[in-house]
């Protein structure tokens, strides 16, 4: 079985600061992992994802997320900030179980960004 | 280019009527999905799809049917027997039911009126 928590459900920051959105996972089977952002009555973007590969992995929009087995974490980052972040992200995780593989979404970080 | 269509874009049901959402894909994707969203609940997973002719209940689907007669297509009925159906309603595909990551559609906010 497979969760997933998102700490933080609004994170504020500045523009041109960092920017950390943090997940937590719990998976019974090796996991696979994504990050992923919707903006305002849109659907969700995939900005990247974690497949077993490097732990470090870089995604779109200058977005990294570092996969840390020990933590059982995937925080998602951004050295610096811009107004054009504002939006919600959502962490989520799969795995193979019964039946094939089963994706959970946590309950999502809004993101906002001040000027 | 290629991606998800989803309509209508807005949808207002009347008490006991059952509505239809449409989800077309030209992705060639195998895997079809549908979510609903609710405001702190994330997504949780109705109905899904890894092939033609066939799909599997999710977490949610009581209120709900689909079909899946083509490849491109995956409708979601929500029926009377859903009671509260007002949600924001997301289709998605993967090539096939492998983590690759979804492609999702933009959406269909769903209101009882």
């Known amino acids: 079985a497979q969760s997933v928590t998102q700490l933080g459900s609004h994170v504020s920051v500045s523009e041109g600061a960092l920017v950390l959105l943090r997940c937590n996972y719990s998976?019974?089977?090796?996991?696979?992992l994504f990050w992923y952002v919707q903006y305002p009555n849109q659907g969700l973007q995939l900005l990247l994802k974690?497949?077993?590969?490097?732990?470090l992995v870089k995604g779109i929009n200058g977005f990294e997320a570092e996969f840390k087995k020990s933590e059982t974490s995937f925080h998602l980052t951004k050295p610096s900030a811009h107004m054009s972040d504002a939006a919600e992200y959502f962490c989520?995780?799969?795995?193979?179980?019964?039946?094939?593989?089963?994706?959970?979404f946590g309950a999502g970080t809004r993101l906002f960004v001040k000027a | 280019d290629g991606g998800i269509t989803q309509s209508p874009k807005y949808l207002f049901r009347k008490e006991g009527q059952n509505v239809t959402l449409s989800c077309e894909q030209n992705?060639?994707?195998?895997?079809m999905y549908w979510y609903r969203q609710d405001p702190g609940q994330g997504l949780r997973l109705i109905y899904y799809?890894?092939?033609?002719?066939?799909?599997q209940k999710g977490d949610i689907a009581e209120g709900y049917s689909v079909s899946r007669e083509k490849k491109e297509s995956f409708p979601l009925t929500v029926t009377s027997a859903q009671k509260n159906p007002t949600a924001f309603y997301l289709c998605?595909?993967?090539?096939?039911?492998?983590?690759?990551?979804?492609?999702f559609g933009s959406g269909t906010r769903l209101t009882v009126v």
């Open positions: 799809s890894q092939i033609v002719n066939d799909f």
């Open positions: 992705l060639n994707h195998d895997a």
């Open positions: 998976s019974s089977v090796p996991p696979y």
């Open positions: 998605a595909s993967s090539p096939q039911d492998r983590p690759y990551g979804y492609t």
């Open positions: 989520a995780v799969s795995g193979l179980n019964t039946g094939g593989f089963k994706t959970i």
């Open positions: 974690y497949t077993s590969a490097a732990t």
